[in-house]
């Protein structure tokens, strides 16, 4: 403020410097330049008595200071232009001071004396008060005191000011606009509305504007609605209640009016009112609030309409009239020229009759429907009561003995054709069959798209606008619960507005609004959501969702929500915030590429999991108030990948963690913060409570989990360590089976590896292991009885083995080939490593290749005493065939034969 102050100061002294004069500023009054001039705008200070004002300036502005009497002509200088005193304690104008000082500063243009305590009265206006003020052009006394005192001469007071292009007074039934406001030939505006008291304004008679009737607008609205709270707003006092016939048309050159509040006018002054119209040159007509809050829903005659269409209205403003019920086809009589219609907080019950034959506004861009029906909801603020309820039943009854009788038979006619006859439905359809869509009904396939004929679509919403409306609103008119197939009549919509509706379901299509660029669906409660929705709103570059429940809509689990945005290609901004949203399918925005704002504040999320590489235009995130703890890696991964560019990104109000888990996130946000914005109010709740901000704690957290981190280095260390320990043993114990399955893998590799078991397929009969201890026993005996004998084919490695192969792969090879394994169990046997090594592998085989079918055949050569004798060749004892070679010599014939058959 003082830096203010002082930067005035510098200014003023700068421009007094080259007017080289002083501005008075001691109250601390601020100069600045304007476009007239220098202004001295001392509003709002206290002041109780007048700064000097110094030559140059051009506009004062005392208002709402303590000031109870005028400036003093010492005080202001002759260049004035602008004086505004509005706001203060004026009583009289009639003193010394106010006569001398209206004499001397006859440069005035403008003079603003409203809001003070000057009575309108004659006694206090002396007749040559502005005699001096030719030049004035706009005089303001609206807002002070209305007696009961006859002004019948206020004319005499006001033509002097010949140059007077905007007068304002608080309007009185006691005052009069007298035949010297006929010498006023530059008096175009006129405004009608100020204190309000028992003498306010009753009735304008149909002389009342007889000598003004070069006026352009002309503003007769009530107070009562400006200022609830400064007003006694529970009395309707300040109504006007009667306008006669005749009084407006007087007004040929009328462009605006406005009387709007006069809670008491009705219809019935409405429609005065609209007779008078033709006569005039009405481009502007606000006519909200004629009737009270609690009063009787009316019905909107096609009487009261009438006139219009002889008039080049263009902007019609008739909101809160309590309108439940309109004549039908009362919308026929609004003139070709309408270009924006307002009709909220009406009562309408939706009637298609009544917005048939709007098809003839071809002018028509904006249309208002907000707030209807909203009497149906208790209210306990801001209810007028109106004094005379029978005045208005007398006025409707009145005004309904026109009804019916009137109806033009054009206007049925039209209706009929274009919202009764059934016909309409099938014009749509036949056009659609010249487009050449398939009207077959067996190929109608749902959901519905917009190309389906919609003559077979239930649930049609044909939505009859004009043929230029740009811009419907329809927020807070109780509109629900489903928005359906719905169709527009005319292409040209470019906003949508239905937000604050109840709109719990959103399925569409929504057709033929293909240049609809801004929709607003917020505040609907909206929990479920069509994929399709959307889909041919091509055209949006502006889609607002919030405050719905799409949180909870299932099409966010479902696969088709990559559907959902996907047609939005122009998509600028879009705002889902207060939706419930949990989490984000990472293909929901996918397709919008022309993004530059995406506003998902006061969700739930909690981390960020979308990749925004594809929005190149991003230039702001909201993620303000959801449930972000900190980033995870992949989030600031999606994040950074956007920062390259002119971007910004809220995390605010978000319940920033600050421990060594979201280090590496306070380091990133740190290293990131002009990036952020509001980066200043993100805070932590910390261990420690005094530190929030977020360099704080970075600097807090680097102390204390450089050690975590160690410790972690640590623990990663000694799981890594358990682990290669815990491998270890595994291929320890595991170590012929992988041995096995490395020699058979090398085979496969090198020669391919034949795993079934086909008889066919065996080179030999068996292999024999042995050690070579009992080669001799091995070349003697077995190869004459088995091979010789027996004509078996027998592997034996000193003859069969492969030279120059490892050895390993011999033995695996032997075994593979072979059907039968025997072993030769001597001391030596055991004692030997490749015989071992055989036993393994053989055993392997034989439990992995051979499908459980026996293939071992132990033959136990010595005596060898049990303890003595390895685990697995004792558990090949106990599964397998296990011969003793006998001692005696006898006996051996029944060996060899043994061996032979079980080999056979
Ligand atoms: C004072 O009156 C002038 C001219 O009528 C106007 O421009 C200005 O806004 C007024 N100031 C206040 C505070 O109303
Ligand atoms: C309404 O009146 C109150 C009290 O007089 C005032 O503070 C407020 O600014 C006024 N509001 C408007 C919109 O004029
Ligand atoms: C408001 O107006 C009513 C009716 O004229 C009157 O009885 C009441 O005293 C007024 N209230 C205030 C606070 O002026
Ligand atoms: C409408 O005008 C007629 C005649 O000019 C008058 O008698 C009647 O009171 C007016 N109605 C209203 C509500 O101003
Ligand atoms: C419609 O608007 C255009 C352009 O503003 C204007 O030239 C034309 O006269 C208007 N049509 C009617 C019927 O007033
Ligand atoms: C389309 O529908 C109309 C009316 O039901 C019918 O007369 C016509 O034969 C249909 N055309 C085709 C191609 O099915
Ligand atoms: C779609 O809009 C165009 C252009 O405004 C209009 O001519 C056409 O009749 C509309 N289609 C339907 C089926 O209403
Ligand atoms: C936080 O509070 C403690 C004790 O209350 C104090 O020693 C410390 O300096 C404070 N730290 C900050 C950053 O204010």
């Known amino acids: 403020m003082l830096l203010i102050w002082m930067i005035n100061i510098f200014y003023f002294n700068f421009i007094a410097g080259q007017n080289s004069q002083q501005c008075t500023t001691e109250k601390r009054c601020q100069c600045k330049k304007v476009e007239s001039g220098l202004l001295a705008d001392c509003s709002g200070l206290n002041l109780n008595s007048y700064p000097t004002f110094f030559d140059g300036i051009v506009t004062i502005d005392v208002s709402y200071n303590k000031l109870n009497d005028f400036p003093s002509t010492l005080d202001v200088p002759t260049t004035l232009k602008h004086l505004n005193i509005s706001g203060n304690l004026l009583e009289r104008i009639d003193t010394v001071k106010s006569r001398k000082l209206f004499s001397y500063i006859n440069n005035l243009e403008s003079l603003n004396l409203s809001s003070n305590f000057i009575p309108l009265d004659p006694q206090v206006y002396p007749k040559d008060i502005f005699m001096k003020l030719s030049k004035l052009k706009s005089l303001d006394l609206t807002r002070n005191i209305l007696t009961q005192c006859e002004f019948r001469n206020l004319d005499n007071v006001i033509n002097p000011l010949v140059s007077l292009e905007f007068f304002a007074i608080d309007g009185s039934q006691k005052i009069s606009f007298g035949f010297g406001f006929q010498t006023l030939k530059f008096l175009k505006h006129l405004r009608l509305y100020g204190s309000c008291n028992e003498n306010r304004l009753l009735t304008i008679k149909e002389d009342y504007f007889d000598n003004l009737s070069n006026l352009k607008t002309l503003d007769i609205s009530s107070e009562i609605e400006r200022n609830f709270t400064s007003m006694n707003w529970t009395t309707s006092l300040c109504s006007l209640f009667y306008i006669y016939r005749g009084a407006i048309s007087k007004l040929s050159h009328l462009i605006y009016l406005d009387i709007s509040y006069n809670r008491e006018l009705g219809l019935c002054g409405f429609s005065n009112i609209t007779q008078d119209l033709p006569f005039t040159q009405i481009r502007i007509l606000r006519a909200n609030y004629l009737h009270c809050n609690a009063g009787p829903s009316v019905t909107l005659l096609c009487e009261d309409i009438k006139p219009f ?322 980033l995870s890696d992949t989030g600031m991964a999606f994040i950074d990948s956007s920062f390259s560019k002119k971007f910004a990104i809220d995390l605010s109000l978000n319940p920033i963690q600050c421990n060594c888990d979201s280090y590496s996130f306070i380091m990133w946000l740190i290293k990131r913060q002009e990036k952020f914005k509001k980066f200043k109010h993100y805070n932590c709740p910390l261990i420690k409570p005094n530190i929030t901000d977020i360099p704080t704690a970075n600097i807090y957290l680097k102390k204390k989990c450089s050690s975590y981190v160690s410790l972690i280095v640590l623990a990663i260390n000694l799981i890594i360590c358990f682990l290669a320990v815990l491998v270890i043993v595994i291929v320890y114990r595991r170590r012929w089976k992988l041995r096995y399955w490395y020699y058979i893998a090398k085979r496969q590799y090198f020669r391919g590896y034949n795993g079934v078991a086909d008889e066919n397929r065996y080179r030999f009969d068996a292999f024999i292991s042995y050690a070579d201890e009992d080669r001799l026993f091995v070349t003697k005996s077995v190869k004459t009885k088995l091979e010789e004998e027996a004509s078996l084919r027998l592997c034996i490695h000193h003859r069969d083995f492969i030279p120059g192969c490892d050895i390993a792969d011999n033995i695996i090879n032997a075994i593979h080939q072979s059907r039968k394994v025997i072993f030769i169990i001597t001391e030596a046997f055991l004692k030997s490593e490749w015989c071992m090594y055989e036993v393994h592998m053989a055993h392997t085989e034989n439990v992995m290749s051979r499908q459980g079918i026996n293939m071992l055949i132990l033959v136990f050569k010595e005596e060898i005493p049990q303890k003595r004798i390895p685990q697995k060749i004792m558990q090949i004892v106990q599964e397998e065939v296990y011969i003793d070679f006998p001692d005696d010599i006898e006996d051996e014939e029944i060996f060899w034969n043994h061996l032979t058959d079980s080999l056979l």
């Open 309 to 630: 269409i002889n008039t080049s209205l263009e902007e019609l403003y008739f909101d809160g009239n309590n309108i439940d019920f309109a004549q039908t086809g009362v919308l026929y009589y609004l003139p070709a020229s309408l270009k924006r219609l307002t009709l909220k907080s009406n009562r309408w019950i939706q009637n298609r009759y009544t917005y048939c034959n709007t098809f003839g506004l071809t002018n028509l861009t904006f249309l208002d429907i907000s707030d209807m029906n909203q009497h149906q909801i208790s209210s306990d603020e801001q209810y007028v009561s109106c004094q005379d309820f029978f005045r208005i039943i007398n006025c409707e009854k009145l005004r309904s003995s026109s009804f019916g009788t009137s109806l033009n038979p054009r206007v049925w006619e039209a209706c009929i054709e274009q919202c009764l006859n059934p016909r309409t439905v099938e014009n749509f359809y036949q056009q659609k069959k010249q487009d050449g869509v398939n009207n077959d009904t067996t190929n109608i396939s749902y959901p519905l798209t917009c190309s389906t004929p919609i003559s077979f679509a239930t649930n049609v919403n044909m939505i009859f606008v004009p043929r230029n409306v740009e811009h419907i609103v329809m927020n807070n008119s109780r509109l629900g619960h489903t928005l359906t197939y719905t169709y527009f009549a005319s292409s040209n919509l470019k906003s949508l507005i239905l937000s604050h509706n109840q709109f719990y379901s959103l399925i569409g299509p929504i057709c033929n609004a293909t240049k609809l660029k801004y929709l607003d669906l917020s505040n609907n409660r909206c929990s479920h959501l069509s994929a399709y929705i959307f889909r041919e709103l091509i055209a949006v570059e502006k889609l607002i969702l919030d405050n719905n429940l799409i949180g909870s809509a299932q099409i966010l689990k479902d696969k088709n929500i990559r559907d959902l945005f996907s047609m939005q290609l122009k998509l600028k901004e879009l705002s889902l915030a207060s939706n419930g949203i949990k989490f984000l399918p990472t293909e929901i925005f996918r397709n919008l590429k022309k993004i530059r704002h995406l506003n998902l504040s006061k969700n739930q999320l909690t981390d960020w999991n979308i990749n925004i590489e594809h929005m190149r235009h991003l230039t702001y995130l909201d993620l303000s108030e959801n449930q972000i703890l900190f």
